[in-house]
């Protein structure tokens, strides 16, 4: 079934400026220069492999004048003696561009490494907002796909162009000296070739553009439907999502075709000028032998030059396409690298030293986006040592109320202190190292379960990891598998059950010695016999620790020093369990529709 096109000016997508692309080159080369040495002897390579080549066609025209004409003789020992020296120069010529190929490939690698480097280290300086309002299919797609782009036009077009260059001027020289006259052909085709090419890629490189874009949405549509299987065959939408799969993936293969469709007209329509060059020069070149003025071997030479000389420009309207992709590509990465990062601490910003845990929360106003805002005027004090529990209804605002806590998110108004101090006057990492985190949605990575306990806390030795397990109550478990606390988790620790996942985050966060501990549905996946064991073993570990839990089953949550009912961004009650139900409000709503 024959595709539909699109029209080439209907993209969607802002055209880019030329000072853009300039900019993506300037920093593709800042890339290159940090191999310079490589990158000289790349050119070297080119330079002498390329002048080898060109000698060929000369010493062909020789061989052919060797042969002489009807009235003379052939003189075999000078034509064999141009065969064989030609051959020599275009041997050497292979073998020099074999050795350029390996150089190019190791070089595009390092850069390749390089960038990929850049994006994990700015991956880690970025705020929590960013990775709240971006998909990671798209991230992943332009750490491998976009990434793998810019490598495949470094280790081949890059190489192209330059030899490309090298053999055009080249020719051009050796035709020169040939016969000028002949080479006055070009002043007519090669400006339209020029024209054409410009004007074609102009027009094609928004689709290129398009098409990653298409691209980082496809990916990260494939990455929700990898990550909620368990969803969707519960809810049974496998024929949603696959019709959504197909409307994304149908966007991606129009964004391709269009692309390569328009991309591939470039090659072509500059290919019919080159022949409509080589036809000419046969037929003035004809003339010319007629008459005297050039031999029959200079006029073969001068063919074979004029075809080296085309060949390159019909080849760079190809790479030109290719280098669309590709500065699409890195346009791309650019813009993930160009990202702001966390803003900096400020510069009299000081250490939180001997935290004591006394946390307070005064006339703070906060929302993610200035048209909508979640927390209006919250004021809380938590003594240290105390147990402030968070309750209430979803979207009231209690996990806005630790990411303010954390400083994953500064409050818009208002100012969160730490033993009396503002927490924008200490570092983000000292204020984040106070905390130890146990949040809802478990995060393990791949290795053994020792070191997922131990993450935090670099010295944690094996009686430190085998205290907390089993304060966790996971240690038994651990103790029953094959490798005990060798055992490797595979990604996200799929290889044991979600109430196990929970357990040993919670281990992790009791391993760290910190004075302030954070809670969030820290025992939604539970059993309700295990909840219980935990509670127990947490009360002790808790104490002398400021903890902030935020839960909805109320039965956790008894013993809280206070209790903070969060309503609309705003604490509508506080206080013990026992006070808040026998006040009536909200809390004992709350809990008796959970209990009765």
Request: charged share 20%; aromatic share 8%.
């Amino acid at each position: 079934m024959r595709k539909k096109r699109m029209n080439i000016a209907d993209t969607g997508l802002p055209k880019p400026q030329v000072r853009d692309r300039k900019k993506v080159l300037l920093r593709m080369w800042g890339y290159l220069y940090r191999h310079k040495w490589m990158l000289l002897g790349a050119l070297v390579l080119t330079v002498t492999s390329n002048l080898l080549a060109l000698i060929g066609p000369m010493l062909s025209g020789k061989a052919i004048d060797a042969i002489g004409t009807a009235a003379g003789g052939v003189d075999f020992k000078t034509v064999f003696f141009y065969c064989a020296l030609m051959a020599v120069f275009y041997i050497a010529s292979s073998a020099l561009s074999y050795v350029l190929s390996i150089l190019m490939v190791k070089l595009s690698q390092k850069i390749a490494y390089r960038m990929r480097k850049d994006i994990s280290d700015k991956l880690l300086e970025l705020p929590v907002r960013f990775f709240d309002t971006h998909q990671t299919g798209d991230l992943v797609s332009r750490i491998s796909y976009d990434i793998d782009t810019v490598n495949a036009s470094l280790s081949n077009d890059l190489l192209q162009i330059c030899t490309s260059v090298i053999t055009v001027v080249g020719s051009l020289a050796m035709m020169l000296a040939i016969s000028p006259e002949l080479v006055l052909v070009f002043a007519v085709t090669i400006p339209i070739s020029i024209i054409l090419t410009k004007y074609m890629t102009g027009r094609v490189r928004p689709l290129f553009r398009r098409r990653s874009a298409k691209l980082g949405e496809l990916n990260g549509f494939v990455e929700e439907i990898i990550t909620g299987q368990k969803t969707i065959k519960a809810y049974h939408q496998e024929r949603t999502m696959i019709g959504r799969f197909d409307e994304k993936n149908k966007d991606a293969a129009d964004a391709y075709y269009n692309a390569d469709y328009y991309g591939s007209m470039v090659g072509p329509s500059v290919n019919f000028v080159n022949n409509l060059s080589l036809s000419l020069i046969s037929v003035f070149g004809a003339l010319l032998y007629l008459g005297g003025s050039l031999t029959l071997g200079n006029l073969s030479s001068f063919v074979l030059y004029s075809r080296k000389f085309s060949g390159p420009i019909n080849e760079m309207a190809n790479i030109l396409s290719e280098l669309q992709s590709a500065c699409a590509a890195a346009e791309r990465v650019f813009r993930l690298i160009d990202e702001e990062p966390e803003p900096a601490d400020r510069a009299d910003a000081r250490e939180l030293l001997d935290v004591r845990g006394d946390v307070a929360m005064e006339h703070v106003r906060f929302g993610y986006n200035p048209e909508k805002i979640i927390i209006h005027d919250l004021n809380l004090h938590a003594a240290p040592g105390a147990l402030i529990a968070v309750v209430g209804p979803t979207g009231a605002g209690k996990t806005t109320i630790i990411n303010l806590l954390m400083r994953f998110y500064d409050p818009d108004s208002g100012v969160i202190k730490v033993d009396g101090t503002p927490a924008l006057e200490v570092s983000r990492k000292s204020l984040r190292l106070a905390y130890a985190m146990v949040l809802q949605d478990t995060w393990l990575f791949h290795g053994t379960i020792f070191e997922n306990i131990a993450y935090g806390k670099e010295d944690a030795t094996q009686e430190d990891v085998e205290r907390v397990a089993k304060a966790a109550k996971i240690h038994q478990y651990i103790q029953s598998l094959p490798k005990g606390y060798d055992t490797v988790l595979n990604e996200d620790g799929m290889n044991i059950s979600q109430g196990q996942k929970q357990l040993l985050t919670i281990a992790r966060a009791m391993l760290l010695d910190s004075k302030m501990l954070i809670l969030d549905e820290a025992t939604s996946n539970v059993d309700t016999r295990t909840e219980l064991e935990i509670q127990q073993a947490m009360t002790e570990l808790m104490k002398g620790k400021t903890c902030f839990v935020i839960a909805h089953r109320l039965s956790t949550i008894e013993n809280a020093d206070n209790i903070l009912v969060v309503q609309d961004g705003e604490i509508v009650e506080q206080g013990q369990h026992a006070a808040l139900l026998q006040k009536g409000g909200v809390y004992a709503g709350m809990y008796n529709s959970q209990f009765a």
